[in-house]
């Protein structure tokens, strides 16, 4: 028998608002984290990005918090201070998280406020002074806020560490270890990371009360997280490459489109160079101001562009369902990056296409990443934008060019189905094709 969310202890507004939203079941880290954070018990979770690990840890959140419509209020001894704390490290997944907190928030008027740099303060001021119950916010802004006295911490009694290992790799588990400090009356403590370095085990032994450890199937072994992923990779010219994307980006199926890159100017370029091209490309990267990341964002997910170019860094945290294909336009650092950028596509039990293009210079590199990820494919095929093996396990319609006339309307997320045969120039063998495709 299913366990649907109506069978869990859960007040009956969270239950109408998760079903108003389309969610009547949990997933499997949601089951698993629910059980022991309903209970007040603190949790480790081990899980990547797109596994449902929000609502794992913000159903119980919500459920908890004493909001001020509700008949416990009168007798509560922190009104309008913040009960609920969520900590995450980057600003475009502390406006993601305060967004999916505030679709099961609604119905019972619980206030969610998101505090990040790169914005005034004053705003953020005027909500504090107002009142909240739950923020999500990022560890220095967090801090700033709290020495001024606007960020009153000594009411909150849950905190959420999320996104831990990136924390660490943006050396803010000082700021984390300050603000867990400056929260005495904390009764429970969940942390969640895709992978756990020796600096987050010692935080959580550190603050936390006998944490079960939960792990999802996925996140036991690096190589698996890649599961239902179709991946591709190719030795490329440099100077070819922007001709070779451009045919990519017009293969069947294609939907919401991720390219990553190295460099901030190497992402502006590519992005520049599509545009002009004709196709409906948009950039993130450090450069580029707070309104102007959050307007690319924004334009994405709506579907005005279709095609995201992004640096490593600016995309840490971004959770987009839908993304149907990943190009790693430059090869990544490590097998951790590499995890960390195709994992954005197949989500949500779709299927998704990886692309590595791999220069002469990068060689190396690859086949660090291809031997411990245990890949299978140390040596990519040297291949030019006219190809045939590149038309044929990309889906390109023959006679693609590196130009569109208009920008192309966004093809819909991919699922599970047969696939079509390419229409490509003539075939060639099969074997002369790096790929490896994963099954769970």
């Not at 990005?49 to 794992?56: D, E, V």
């Amino acid at each position: 028998m299913t366990l649907t969310f109506a069978d869990l202890p859960l007040r009956k507004e969270t239950i109408a608002a998760l079903n108003e939203h389309g969610y009547t079941a949990p997933f499997p880290i949601q089951e698993q984290v629910l059980s022991i954070a309903l209970a007040d018990g603190d949790v480790i979770g081990q899980a990547k990005t797109g596994t449902g690990k929000t609502l794992a840890f913000g159903i119980p959140l919500v459920d908890r918090v004493i909001a001020p419509a509700d008949e416990e209020w009168k007798s509560f001894e922190y009104q309008d201070s913040p009960q609920v704390l969520v900590v995450v490290p980057t600003r475009e997944l502390c406006v993601q998280v305060t967004k999916d907190l505030e679709e099961i928030t609604q119905s019972r008027k619980i206030r969610v406020l998101a505090v990040y740099g790169g914005r005034a303060f004053e705003p953020q001021i005027e909500a504090l002074q107002k009142g909240v119950e739950i923020i999500v916010g990022t560890p220095g802004r967090l801090l700033d806020l709290y020495r001024q006295g606007q960020v009153k911490l000594a009411s909150v009694t849950r905190v959420v560490l999320d996104e831990a290992d990136e924390m660490l790799d943006l050396g803010f588990l000082p700021d984390v270890e300050k603000i867990f400090a400056s929260t005495p009356n904390r009764m429970q403590t969940m942390l969640f990371s895709a992978t756990m370095p020796g600096d987050i085990i010692a935080l959580a032994r550190k603050f936390m009360n006998q944490p079960v450890h939960i792990r999802t199937q996925d996140s036991q072994d690096e190589g698996n997280v890649v599961s239902r992923i179709e991946q591709h990779v190719v030795r490329a010219h440099a100077m070819d490459k922007i001709e070779m994307l451009a045919r990519i980006l017009q293969a069947e199926g294609r939907g919401p489109t991720i390219v990553f890159c190295r460099t901030k100017r190497a992402c502006q370029k590519t992005s520049d160079d599509l545009i002009e091209r004709g196709f409906r490309a948009a950039t993130l990267h450090g450069d580029m101001g707070q309104a102007a990341r959050e307007k690319a964002l924004n334009e994405f997910k709506a579907g005005k562009s279709d095609v995201l170019i992004a640096t490593d860094v600016a995309a840490r945290g971004i959770d987009i369902d839908g993304i149907t294909h990943v190009i790693n336009y430059q090869c990544p650092e490590d097998e951790k990056t590499y995890v960390h950028r195709i994992g954005r596509t197949a989500r949500a039990g779709a299927d998704g296409i990886a692309l590595t293009f791999v220069d002469w210079d990068d060689l190396a590199r690859w086949k660090m990443i291809d031997m411990a990820l245990k890949l299978g494919l140390p040596e990519p095929v040297e291949t030019y934008s006219s190809s045939e093996h590149l038309f044929e396990i990309m889906k390109i319609p023959a006679g693609s060019t590196g130009r569109m006339d208009k920008p192309r309307k966004a093809a819909p997320a991919r699922e599970k189905s047969e696939k079509s045969e390419p229409a490509a120039p003539a075939r060639q063998k099969r074997e002369r094709v790096r790929t490896k495709k994963f099954s769970s």
